[in-house]
């Protein structure tokens, strides 16, 4: 019967267990089989015998002066006779014959025995395993099941799903594969371990292997995003100045990034400086875009938005919104981009909509409208700056406290706020239009003097200002009557000077 405890130990040997947890899954098995057989109740234990390696099974009841409970309880009297030493409050052990139990109940104590032992296999492997979440380990394809894959790790198997393989990726059996360790789990649809192929972690851990910076912790790895078997974006950051972090995780002519471009099958890999300043990271993880500027919207939830150039919004966004997805994964951010086109559009809007939409009276304290005015405009139901700008000053004398100064006041503050929407265009247009000189000098400059000679009307009004200077000194005639060359005529339109030595000859 020693064999039994034999075979117990080389059970546990190759299930990587504790024996003692095999033996005590044997005594649960034995119970549930003694149980299911006598159809009891009662208080039943079990005891294993490592020499013989027989089972005992025995009930175990209390001893009392008066019997309440006759499944679990026995008299002085009745427990005398199994021990004669029982006394009042002992517990009496009843021994139970094993012999009886038949095939249906062996069968119960074998399915009990192989759910014992698989519980303990995924607590060890719990134990071992659970502690190396992210790290890379060597495996070997063993078999397929649909499309999933398992694989041997040493001492236990561990399966890599279909999600969790790159789209580029092929494997059969017995192909060796580097995969990160994803997750170990107790129970569910999947217990035991689970191995990645498209975690970020697989990334990280490969540089780890090809970059002697960051294995000694010169260059950190801050951040990785990726889309397996596309793209990945992995920022770092150098703790030393003299050291370039981008250019370690490159190295000597690509050599050490082509190497894990190799491992992942051709997946594009894109290594960007990390930088504590949000903006200054976003550029750089948009990259190879050019971003015009970034603005901050919302710090607390974390909010962005990044304004390109019309040519580099694809470019920005990526094919099907991969780059932009992964900027946004890397950062932690929530990225907006937009074109120029689009930007100025929406300020457009913006601004019209304020307009249209009318802003609330309150806003015309800014430009000069006591609190008091604007309290009293409230309590008549005028709201908003448009339907304050709709009202007749008859309409506003009509509200309670309002005088026709107030009017005024309220008139000028309207035009205000109306004013810093419009265009700064007027005030350089208004001294082109009444001062004379811009108009006559092209005249003058472009010869068109004999241009502007049949126009009756044009040539008066620029004339008159130098007559009136020239009449000072009592020379008024002399100009329209001395005949001189239409020529002459443009010079003297240009001023007083040229008229004197001519009359004096």
């Not at 000597?252 to 190497?259: A, D, E, F, I, T």
Request: charged share 30%; aromatic share 2%.
């Amino acid at each position: 019967m020693g064999t039994i405890y034999q075979s117990i130990e080389i059970l546990s040997k190759e299930k990587g267990i504790d024996p003692q947890i095999v033996v005590d899954a044997v005594k649960d098995a034995m119970l549930v089989a003694a149980k299911k057989h006598y159809h009891t109740e009662e208080n039943l234990v079990a005891e294993f015998d490592q020499q013989s390696g027989a089972i005992h099974v025995f009930a175990v009841k209390q001893v009392v002066e008066t019997v309440e409970d006759a499944i679990n309880q026995l008299t002085l009297e009745e427990a005398r006779r199994i021990d004669p030493e029982a006394a009042v409050g002992t517990d009496i052990r009843v021994s139970k014959p094993t012999d009886l139990l038949g095939r249906i109940s062996a069968q119960t104590a074998k399915q009990v025995i192989l759910q014992k032992v698989r519980e303990a296999e995924r607590e060890t492997v719990y134990q071992e395993f659970s502690g190396r979440v992210g790290e890379l380990v060597n495996c070997t394809v063993k078999r397929m099941e649909g499309q999933d894959l398992v694989v041997d790790i040493g001492k236990t198997e561990a399966r890599l799903l279909r999600k969790e393989q790159s789209k580029l990726e092929g494997f059969s059996v017995g192909d060796r594969v580097r995969c990160v360790i994803r997750s170990v789990e107790k129970s569910g649809k999947n217990p035991g371990v689970l191995v990645s192929r498209s975690a970020p972690e697989l990334v990280m851990r490969l540089f780890e292997q090809e970059v002697p910076e960051i294995y000694d912790n010169t260059v950190t790895i801050k951040a990785c995003s990726r889309e397996a078997g596309e793209r990945t974006k992995i920022a770092v950051q150098s703790r030393d100045r003299d050291v370039d972090c981008v250019g370690a995780c490159v190295g000597m002519k690509g050599m050490r990034v082509q190497s894990i471009i190799r491992e992942l099958r051709g997946e594009k890999i894109d290594i960007i400086e990390f930088s504590e300043d949000p903006v200054s990271f976003a550029t750089h993880a948009l990259s190879p875009a050019k971003i015009s500027r970034v603005s901050v919207i919302d710090p607390n939830e974390k909010h962005m938005e990044v304004i390109v150039d019309d040519s580099q919004l694809s470019l920005a966004i990526g094919k099907k919104g991969q780059n932009v997805r992964l900027a946004a994964k890397l950062l932690g951010w929530r990225i907006d981009i937009k074109s120029e086109e689009e930007k100025r559009q929406e300020v457009e809007s913006q601004m019209a909509a304020l307009v249209v939409s009318g802003a609330p009276v309150s806003v015309l304290i800014d430009h000069g409208l006591g609190e008091k005015v604007v309290e009293k405009l409230l309590e008549a139901g005028v709201g908003t700056i448009e339907k304050l700008g709709a009202m007749t000053p008859e309409q506003l004398e009509e509200i309670s406290g309002i005088g026709p100064k107030t009017v005024e006041t309220i008139q000028v503050a309207v035009n205000s706020y109306y004013a810093q929407f419009e265009e700064p265009v007027a005030p350089e247009v208004e001294p082109t239009m009444e001062g004379q000189e811009p108009l006559a000098a092209p005249a003058i400059e472009g010869g068109a003097a004999t241009e502007l000679a049949p126009d009756a009307e044009a040539p008066e009004p620029l004339a008159a200002p130098p007559d009136e200077s020239a009449a000072a000194p009592g020379d008024e005639p002399a100009a329209p009557e001395a005949g001189v060359p239409e020529v002459h005529e443009a010079a003297v339109a240009a001023g007083p000077e040229p008229d004197a030595p001519m009359k004096s000859e």
